[in-house]
């Protein structure tokens, strides 16, 4: 079993800066791709990035690419998301998720197999 943990949500106006991450811990944590997902209030949860376990490819949705940037920190077990330029319709619950054999890059959330508890970003105009 893997343990998803984010931080770093919060109340930012438009323009400003957050970067969320996610701490793993449970079994191994070794070959997991990983992504971030945001559901606003009413909508469904949408893709965000996505990168693979090795680091080596990474993919964004067009509404955040130039602006978000997804890393992650595999000593530590760690993966960051980086949010500039952040605006009012980036108000979500950004959620990290972890998928075993993660050699490539996934979209949809039925291709992960854990998600954390999630962290409210909210953006203020």
């Known amino acids: 079993q893997v343990q998803l943990v984010e931080s770093g949500g919060g109340l930012v106006q438009a323009g400003g800066s957050l970067r969320l991450s996610c701490v793993a811990s449970?079994?191994?944590?070794?070959?997991?791709?990983m992504g971030w997902f945001r559901q606003a209030a009413g909508k469904e949860r949408e893709f965000v990035q996505a990168?693979?376990?090795?680091?080596?490819?990474?993919y964004s949705a067009n509404s955040v690419k130039g602006r978000f940037t997804i890393s992650r920190d595999r000593a530590n077990n760690t993966v960051y998301l980086q949010m500039n330029s952040l605006k009012p319709e980036d108000t979500a619950v950004y959620y990290c998720?972890?998928?075993?054999?993660?050699?490539?890059?996934?979209?949809?959330?039925?291709?992960?197999?854990?998600w954390g508890q999630g962290t409210q970003v909210t953006v203020s105009s």
């Open positions: 990168i693979s376990w090795s680091g080596g490819y990474t």
């Open positions: 998720a972890a998928r075993l054999n993660g050699g490539l890059v996934f979209t949809r959330p039925s291709e992960y197999n854990y």
């Open positions: 449970g079994r191994t944590f070794s070959g997991y791709a």
